[in-house]
């Protein structure tokens, strides 16, 4: 079925899952609220990412940072200077564009030389036609704000364009509490804050949204290389669906996460073909990135970005280590002991391949020996292999991908059209609706809300008791509610009860008893 964007949207604003926020202002552009069944979706989307990134897992550990962080994290990253999109207005309808997204709709390329830009020949504006296009100029994407009561320059503070930095900025405090040792992990998801030039498709480049994003610190490869003796790099074939080992290199982990991200998505229900990997090429790498890929997903407006898992070297720690003056060191107790085993030659031998290494990309010879030595010591800035991914993206690929109009006919040959969202069990909003047939029936009702009390314990349940049942169920099928539960007359006489399912249609019968197990089962990740 083509699915179509705009009976999404409607579906989502009819059943409460997203709304417009600030509708009754007109709205604001770039800004959404999730809606009594949107926000149980989201929460579900956020928890089944932290069971399997961080509470299933032993070497990765969480973090909720504030929002609103010391401006200096902003010029360490890097994002007060370059955090940036090119933009260019129209000077005739005064319409205001990304300019790399108004060359792509003319299938063109925006040029760009160093850090200025230049509109292609012949690119026009695609509200009124006009010719008529300001140079392209950039535009930082951050929010800015006063904290305290005096709005002057050494009181200007930025609301975070991506929950990472406060994983570096933190990292010293992390180390030294959590008992880990490198490689290991750090996950956060959080509010993050875009002011977008240009936002559209939907939820998809909001300008307030929400990331899940984990920055998995590993040793540098010449660390690893002391320790095992060579470093397993993709040519190696390593087991990446096994568990990790001791002499894995950066590109190793890079590969291990983005399988590790795949088998997420698949199990949050997003079919296989539908998601793309798109490997950045060198011209695209930001200056520090080994690697980064996106994984991509078939959305109705086309195969756009869901997550990007970036090999990121040093570049994050080192940047603050020198923007804060704080170590950003860890002390790695195998690497010392390895190191301290090493005879005066063998030292030698490994300083003199490293700074040759280091001095052919350019890099400085002192830093390379600078480097060595620490190493000795068991000392390094650990590197970092970074999954990114956006909340907000993954329950509009999880909409997009769920919602289904099926044509049904039924025994008379009257045709009909259901609508229903095929969510994930673990992810669907309501797992369960309990239905009395009848609402006249005192005992019928009292059992049925006994049930419902009791299954609303473990999960978000429905209650829903109007209407003809068969109605009852459709409005469940729309929201994606897996199971739809009937207490029925036979319900009073045998304790048992209809579960009708939501992807079939199929209705078996079960003893009460037996219904959390086999809703349990059904909806675990
Ligand atoms: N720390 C790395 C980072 O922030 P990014 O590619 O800029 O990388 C990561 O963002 C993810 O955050 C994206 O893949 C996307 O899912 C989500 N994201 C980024 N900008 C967004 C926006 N304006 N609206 C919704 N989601 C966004």
């Known amino acids: 079925m083509e699915k179509n964007l705009e009976q999404i949207s409607s579906l989502c604003k009819r059943r409460g899952i997203i709304f417009p926020s600030s509708e009754i202002y007109g709205g604001i552009n770039g800004f959404w609220d999730y809606g009594p069944l949107g926000s149980e979706l989201k929460r579900n989307i956020r928890d089944a990412w932290w069971h399997f990134m961080v509470q299933w897992r032993n070497d990765v550990v969480g973090l909720d940072a504030t929002i609103i962080m010391h401006p200096r994290i902003w010029e360490a990253s890097g994002h007060a200077a370059g955090f940036a ?3 260019v207005d129209c000077k005739d309808c005064k319409k205001r564009f990304r300019a790399d997204q108004l060359c792509e709709e003319q299938g063109k390329k925006l040029i760009q030389t160093g850090k200025t830009f ?19 100029r950039s535009f930082n994407l951050m ?120 088998a997420w998505y698949k199990l949050a229900g997003l079919p296989q073909e539908d998601l793309h990997l798109y490997w950045q090429t060198k011209d695209e790498l930001a200056h520090y990135a080994r690697a980064c890929v996106d994984i991509e997903y078939a959305f109705p407006f086309g195969v756009q970005e869901l997550e990007g898992i970036a090999a990121r070297s040093d570049f994050d720690l080192s940047q603050h280590q020198k923007f804060s003056g704080k170590s950003m060191q860890v002390q790695d107790d195998r690497l010392r002991l ?51 991914a956006g909340t907000d993206r993954l329950a509009l690929a999880l909409i997009c991908n769920a919602y289904d109009e099926e044509k049904l006919v039924d025994g008379k040959g009257k045709e009909d059209i259901r609508t229903v969202l095929h969510f994930a069990p673990a992810l669907a909003p309501i797992k ?30 429905a209650w829903d008791e109007t209407g003809a049942i068969g109605r009852r169920y459709r409005r469940q099928d729309e929201v994606g509610t897996p199971f739809c539960v009937t207490v029925d007359f036979d319900t009073l006489e045998n304790d048992t009860v209809t579960v009708r399912l939501r992807d079939s249609m199929e209705q078996i019968r079960l003893p009460i008893a037996e219904l959390p197990a086999y809703i349990r089962k059904a909806i675990t990740l």
Not at 206 to 221: A, N
Not at 452 to 459: N, Q
């Open 85 to 87: 999109d090119p933009m």
């Open 118 to 136: 230049q509109l292609p020949e012949g690119t026009v504006c695609t509200a009124c036609g006009s010719k008529n296009l300001t140079e392209p």
């Open 143 to 262: 929010f800015k704000t006063y904290v305290g009561p005096v709005e002057d320059d050494s009181a200007v503070a930025y609301l975070r364009p991506e929950t990472a930095q406060a994983i570096f900025a933190q990292f010293t405090n992390i180390f030294s509490t959590a008992r880990k040792q490198v490689p290991f992990g750090v996950a956060q998801s959080g509010k993050s804050f875009r002011n977008e030039i240009n936002p559209r498709n939907y939820t998809f480049r909001s300008r307030e949204f929400e990331q899940m994003e984990l920055e998995f610190f590993i040793r540098p490869d010449e660390a690893v290389e002391l320790i095992c003796g060579k470093v397993a790099t993709l040519a190696d074939n390593p087991d990446l669906n096994g568990e990790p080992q001791e002499n894995w290199g950066w590109e190793v982990w890079h590969r291990y996460w983005v399988e590790q991200r795949l």
């Open 338 to 388: 390895v190191c301290a085993e090493m005879s005066q030659e063998a030292k030698d031998a490994f300083k003199a391949k490293v700074v040759a290494d280091w001095t052919s990309r350019g890099k400085d010879a002192a830093a390379a020996e600078q480097f060595v030595e620490d190493l000795f010591l068991g000392r390094y800035v650990p590197h970092v292999i970074e999954p990114s």
């Open 432 to 461: 369960v609706a309990v239905l009395p047939l009848v609402k006249n029936k005192p005992e019928l009702r009292e059992k049925a809300w006994k049930l419902f009390t009791d299954l609303r314990r473990d999960w978000k349940c």
